[in-house]
């Protein structure tokens, strides 16, 4: 992922004023670098993502197991004074994630670093933009996991503001309602969402979060956290964006250990399971930046997704 930095010269007047030409670059450098953030923003700190650690489990397979009484079972109102209570059965179900290897190399030369400048060139500044590199890379594996969602719901196939509604409503007669809801769409289905937004009339164009969404873009709708990313998946000339709900995703990890007397630890975050480490091979005169991560995810609970089928143009 590459970002383009535009740099403007001083002013030719020497007032400290800013030129049209300079605002106009920096315009361009704030739309480079939003569109840079698009596949690194992620879901993983929302509670449509269940989180649990393998390290140390013994195993690469992770169990997330679901005991429950079912969304919308009622209790009973009505039972006679001295009555035993009756028995409701449990669904019971289980969901497996793999924990595999994720990484990304990269070897950089001295004559590399010694021609270039040193910000472009810094090993350590090349490792630290690995963090972002295994955020889009596990955000590709969620909208591969998504587009398994064995429930698609869709009105016009396009991308519009009632495809919202319709993904809402069978949220509600499947399960109640299910809260806050995240949403992982394609940039070109907001922009259809949008579209079809300018197209409403009435009340519905004055509600806050409908403003809000027509003047800055994907934020809260109706209740759904819209979040933009390149990493949908396709199928049949369609973007299989979907909608979750709270425990939709099993998210397993595990934490790369540092062993004494290993490479310069240019990275360890502490909030997600990767490694970056510095190696120099100076017969061959390469620095090699190294990140490692492990993780796996699947869809946990079924009722708590839903496929958004929209129109890839």
């Known amino acids: 992922m590459a970002i383009a930095v535009f740099a403007a010269g001083a002013p030719a007047s020497g007032n400290g004023l800013v030129t049209e030409d300079q605002l106009n670059d920096l315009v361009l450098a704030e739309r480079a670098f939003q569109l840079a953030l698009v596949d690194t923003a992620d879901f993983f700190d929302t509670p449509a993502i269940v989180v649990s650690d393998g390290t140390g489990g013994g195993s690469l397979v992770q169990r997330h197991r679901i005991l429950t009484m079912g969304w919308g079972l009622s209790m009973d109102a009505t039972a006679a004074e001295d009555t035993d209570v009756s028995a409701s ?57 998504l587009a398994g969602a064995s429930t698609n719901v869709t009105s016009t196939g396009t991308g519009s503001i009632d495809d919202l509604y319709d993904v809402i409503d069978s949220f509600t007669a499947s399960v109640g309602d299910p809260g806050q809801l995240f949403g992982m769409l394609h940039p070109v289905t907001l922009s259809s969402i949008r579209d079809s937004l300018r197209s409403e009339v009435g009340p519905q164009k004055e509600r806050p979060d409908i403003q809000a969404f027509l003047a800055k873009g994907a934020e809260m709708l109706l209740g759904i956290l819209c979040m933009p990313s390149t990493k949908i998946t396709t199928a049949a000339g369609k973007y299989e964006n979907a909608i979750m709900a709270p425990g939709a995703i099993a998210y397993g990890i595990a934490q790369p250990q540092r062993m004494l007397g290993g490479n310069v630890v240019v990275a360890a975050p502490t909030d997600m399971p990767l490694l970056i480490e510095l190696e120099r091979d100076a017969s061959r005169d390469v620095w090699q930046i190294v990140a490692n991560g492990y993780d796996g995810l699947a869809i946990r609970e079924q009722a708590r997704v839903r496929g958004l089928l929209a129109s890839t143009s």
Request: glycine share 12%; proline share 2%; hydrophobic share 45%.
């Open 89 to 145: 059965s449990v669904t019971a179900a289980d969901t497996d994630v793999t924990i595999a290897r994720r990484a990304l190399r990269i070897d950089e030369t001295g004559l590399a670093r010694s021609v270039g400048s040193a910000w472009g060139f810094d090993p350590i500044a090349l490792g630290l933009t690995m963090v972002d590199s295994f955020r889009a890379g596990r955000m590709g594996a969620l909208g591969t996991a």
